[in-house]
């Protein structure tokens, strides 16, 4: 969420004719490198943090006597009204309603057993219907996958973008967009994945594992560990199976290893991070994340709304000008601006306008109960 959304980069791009060589080849350097780090990464850890912070809510309503799980059905549905206005701007990628329906498992088991969630989990992680699939397959090999028709939905998408119709545009967008969205979800396994994450990260706050003690050190280490020694081969099974001419071997098994290499990425990234920060330079350098952090949603979604008035031929269509090295720097440039608004907002304010706004909903009944 803390990086520009650049709708150009799979929407739009300059013609290769229109730059220098370099600068093509740079691109698609920048293109690789952006993608390879971030894509299916920076996702699973907002996913683990969802959970974690419903851990945090869970808790201190506990605390208080009360059940903050049907709260959180509540926030939830309030959740799907943010995703409906993201998805307004940003053609087929907003996570928010995901994030608002899968949340239900949350709710499912916040009462469970820690080891009856980890397993839970774990099950989620392993992609049982790329499985189930596969397995099928082997029987019957005349077996078809499932056609989500995801391509045709998001080439509407790119129509409606590509038109400048304003109207038009948002109409496709909270239709075939978020169809397209969650069609894609399921067909690249990550859905189930999706409620796997808010359940380790529920784990993660009910076991404490965010308290920099001694044990919870070592606990990262092993996981860094762990993870980077599982990265590669994982990588490379990826490609194995997607390099096969079995389109039932790519459309399962191929999807359960990119999964897979991508969460243990996930994991790399996020131990070398707790790591990281438990130094005194490295707190200092990263410092001014919290104040993006205190304004999530706020940010997300504008980041929406400027990537679509930037990029498309909505307004400014820089895309057909910016290629993925300037886009990049463009939105380095869109991050320390982001940084120096929050940073300004929440000098006079608790939470960002969005934040404010999700609370004062989200308690709303229980408030105007307590006055009477």
């Known amino acids: 969420m803390f990086t520009f959304k650049n709708i150009s980069l ?147 998408v790119q129509e409606a973008a590509m038109y400048g119709n304003l109207v038009n545009y948002f109409y496709t967008n909270i239709t075939s967009g978020i169809i397209a969205t969650i069609a894609w979800t399921i067909s690249v396994g990550r859905l189930l994945q ?24 070592r606990f990262w280490i092993y996981t860094l560990i762990v993870s980077a020694f599982m990265f590669n081969p994982l ?28 969460l243990a990425f996930t994991f790399v990234i996020m131990s070398s991070f707790i790591l990281l920060y438990q130094r005194n330079f490295f707190m200092r350098v990263t410092s001014s994340l919290r104040y993006l952090g205190r304004m ?9 709304i400027i990537g679509t008035l930037f990029f498309l031929p909505i307004l400014l269509n820089l895309g057909k000008v910016c290629g993925g090295t300037v886009s990049l720097l463009i939105s380095l440039l869109f991050v320390y601006l982001q940084i120096m608004f929050c940073k300004w907002w929440l000098s006079s304010h608790k939470q960002g306008p969005l934040e404010w706004t999700w609370h004062k909903l989200t308690w709303m009944n229980l408030r105007k109960n307590n006055k009477q």
């Not at 993201?86 to 608002?100: E, H, Q, R, T, V």
């Not at 992609?127 to 019957?140: G, K, M, R």
């Not at 989500?148 to 939905?153: A, I, M």
């Open 10 to 156: 799979y929407l739009i791009s300059p013609p290769a004719d229109n730059q220098p060589r370099w600068l093509n080849s740079l691109d698609q350097i920048v293109f690789r490198l952006t993608f390879s780090m971030f894509a299916g990464k920076v996702y699973s850890i907002f996913a683990i943090l969802f959970g974690f912070t419903f851990y945090l809510q869970f808790r201190s309503q506990e605390a208080q006597g009360m059940d903050f799980g049907y709260r959180f059905l509540w926030r939830m549905l309030i959740l799907v009204g943010f995703g409906i206005l993201n998805s307004l701007f940003f053609p087929g990628g907003d996570i928010l309603i995901l994030y608002a329906i899968l949340g239900v498992s949350l709710f499912i088991v916040r009462k469970w057993s820690s080891k009856s969630i980890l397993i839970t989990a774990i099950i989620l992680l392993a992609q049982p219907v790329e499985w189930i699939h596969y397995c099928i397959s082997l029987f019957n090999p005349e077996y078809a996958l499932p056609d989500y028709h995801t391509n045709e939905f998001y080439k509407e």
């Open 194 to 217: 999706t409620a796997g994450l808010f359940m380790l990260g529920y784990l993660i706050g009910r076991k404490e594992l965010f308290v920099p003690t001694e044990k919870n050190i």
């Open 235 to 262: 990588l490379e099974l990826k490609e194995i199976m997607t390099s096969n001419e079995d389109h039932v071997v790519i459309g399962t098994l191929a999807i359960v290893f990119d999964m897979w290499q991508k």
């Open 296 to 304: 999530t949603l706020t940010i997300y979604i504008l980041q929406s």
